[in-house]
Every structure is written in structure tokens, then in C-alpha cells.
């Protein structure tokens, strides 16, 4: 006669408890280092993103200020156009001088743990009508930094001419 198994024998395959303590507690360290790994990612994204739009502007102010400006500003002869930098954020402005009531004024704010700094006298960009050169240029003053508070900066560099390269 066969004997029947038992559900209870000891020959039942399977994990003891320590294994998976073993595998749970490897999971945790991948899963925390890879959290770790994607904060650091989205910082240089956010430093990237933010170099990316203050260039698209810079050139779109050196656009307006070789052809006249559009919207509110809008008239038939071109205009000095410029970006104002400070700490927190910048401003895009037309004429000769930054006034900070001018309703015509948009202001981009830096994004969160984001900086900017600035080589250029007073903190203004400021490109000549018709030509869009940059006025009153001045080499080795000519710079504008992204910083992020998390780690990584980008450097900004614009020739007298008003052609942007980033470091």
C-alpha cells in the first residue's frame, strides 16, 4: 500500500523567513539608491530647461530689437530691447533704460533652487536698434550664470555681435 503524503510533511520546498528578509532588504537599498540617483537628474533638467528659455529670450529680444517690437510694443521703427537680470529672475524690456513700473515689462521668474548672476554692467543686456548688437559691450563682462542650489551651474556668454554660447 502507498502511503499518502502528509500536508504537514517536512519535505516542503519553499523560503524561510530569513531569505526573504534578505531579498526585501536588497530591494530597499536599489529602490533608495535609485531614488537618490533621479533627484540628481532632475535638477540638471530644471538648470537645462531654464538655460534653454533665458536663451530663447535673449534672442528673441535681439530679434525685436533688429526688426521693432510686436504686442504692446509694437511700432514702426525698432527700439532698444533688453533683459534686465537679477537674483530671482529676469525682466524683458523695451527702450533705452529698465523701468521697473512699465507695464509693457515680463518678468520670468527663476524656477525653484535656481539663480542667476551676471557679468554685464547693471545687470542689463541691452541690443541696439536696426543692428541688434550688444550696446555698450564690453569683453570679460559678458555673462550671465544659471546656478542651481542642488549642484551645477551654466554659463551664458554673449559676444558683442549678440551670438550666445553656454558652458
Do not use: H
Amino acid at each position: 500500500m502507498q502511503r499518502r503524503r502528509s500536508l504537514f510533511s517536512n519535505n516542503q520546498a519553499g523560503f524561510t523567513l530569513t531569505e526573504l528578509l534578505v531579498v526585501l532588504a536588497i530591494i530597499t537599498i536599489l529602490f533608495a539608491l535609485s531614488t537618490i540617483g533621479l533627484g540628481k537628474t532632475q535638477s540638471v533638467v530644471t538648470t537645462s530647461t531654464t538655460v534653454d528659455t533665458l536663451l530663447a529670450d535673449i534672442k528673441s529680444q535681439q530679434l525685436l530689437a533688429m526688426a521693432g517690437g510686436i504686442g504692446n510694443t509694437a511700432n514702426t521703427a525698432a527700439q532698444q530691447q533688453g533683459v534686465y537680470v537679477q537674483s530671482n529672475q529676469y525682466t524683458l524690456y523695451a527702450g533705452t533704460t529698465f523701468n521697473v513700473g512699465d507695464t509693457n515689462n515680463y518678468v520670468v521668474p527663476a524656477g525653484q533652487n535656481i539663480s542667476f548672476s551676471t557679468t554685464f554692467s547693471g545687470g542689463k543686456v541691452l541690443f541696439n536698434k536696426g543692428a541688434g548688437d550688444v550696446s555698450g559691450f564690453v569683453n570679460g563682462s559678458n555673462t550671465i550664470t544659471v546656478t542651481s542650489s542642488t549642484g551645477g551651474s551654466k554659463t551664458i556668454t554673449i559676444n558683442r555681435l549678440g551670438a550666445t554660447s553656454v558652458n
